[in-house]
């Protein structure tokens, strides 16, 4: 059954530096996202991205964050300066909305430790 | 503003028994999409059942069940037959037609042998 990947599973980085979380979605899927939870909270929503711009973002998403699709696979999330509030689990997901199931299948998730 | 509500951050259940997660939501859109998402302590989020507003015939997958009351803006989970498995954090979701997924705080649920 195909599935989202995501890399790495793990990502321990200092304060200030860059960071960039690449994810391959499942093949034919249109719409990508980013999520992320910080530790004991709910899963809260960065972006949706369709035909290579962004379609919406939240609060969170402020300019120290980017997306792109660099190739027909990978779906990468870069923080440009980390903080330590940016540690949390990062989720990427992706649907076929032409479907109409509204259905994301979500990655198993990178986990940012900002040091 | 959209939100999601799960006023139950922790239940417990003896195995083989039955469980009800509450989750309520709040929204102005008249098509959107409901669903439970189940986050073991590896912290995948597993899809468990999903919902179409339209639809008024509750969804359900196996022992997973679902009591959507649209006028209410209620959708709660009911698991029958639990298993030790099924020990995980549940997260209610609200889908909406730009795609977003809106989750609600999460229930962590017990399994008791």
């Known amino acids: 059954e195909p599935e989202v990947t995501q890399t790495p599973s793990h990502q321990v980085t200092q304060m200030g530096q860059e960071v960039i979380l690449r994810c391959v979605p499942i093949?034919?899927?249109?719409?990508f996202y980013w999520y992320r939870q910080i530790l004991g909270q709910k899963v809260e929503f960065l972006v949706s991205?369709?035909?290579?711009?962004?379609?919406?973002k939240s609060e969170i998403f402020d300019d120290q964050f980017s997306v792109e699709r660099p190739d027909g696979s990978n779906f990468t999330l870069k923080i440009r300066s980390t903080k330590l509030e940016d540690s949390a689990m990062y989720f990427c997901?992706?649907?076929?909305?032409?479907?109409?199931?509204?259905?994301?299948?979500f990655g198993p998730g990178t986990r940012l430790t900002v040091t | 503003a959209q939100t999601v509500t799960q006023s139950q951050p922790e239940m417990s259940v003896q195995e083989a028994e039955t469980v009800t997660l509450s989750c309520t939501y709040d929204?102005?859109?008249?098509?959107?999409?409901l669903f439970w998402y189940k986050q073991p302590p590896s912290r995948q989020m597993i899809l468990v059942i999903r919902?179409?507003?339209?639809?008024?015939q509750n969804a359900t997958e196996n022992r997973f069940s679902v009591n959507f009351q649209k006028a209410a803006k209620s959708f709660s989970l009911k698991i029958s037959d639990s298993q030790l498995g099924d020990t995980a954090m549940y997260f209610c979701?609200?889908?909406?037609?730009?795609?977003?997924?809106?989750f609600g705080q999460g229930t962590t649920l017990q399994v008791k042998p």
């Open positions: 997901a992706s649907s076929d909305i032409r479907r109409g199931s509204y259905e994301q299948y």
């Open positions: 093949s034919n899927h249109l719409y």
């Open positions: 991205f369709y035909n290579n711009e962004i379609s919406e």
């Open positions: 929204t102005s859109e008249s098509n959107y999409y």
């Open positions: 919902q179409e507003a339209y639809k008024q």
């Open positions: 979701a609200k889908g909406s037609n730009t795609g977003k997924l809106i």
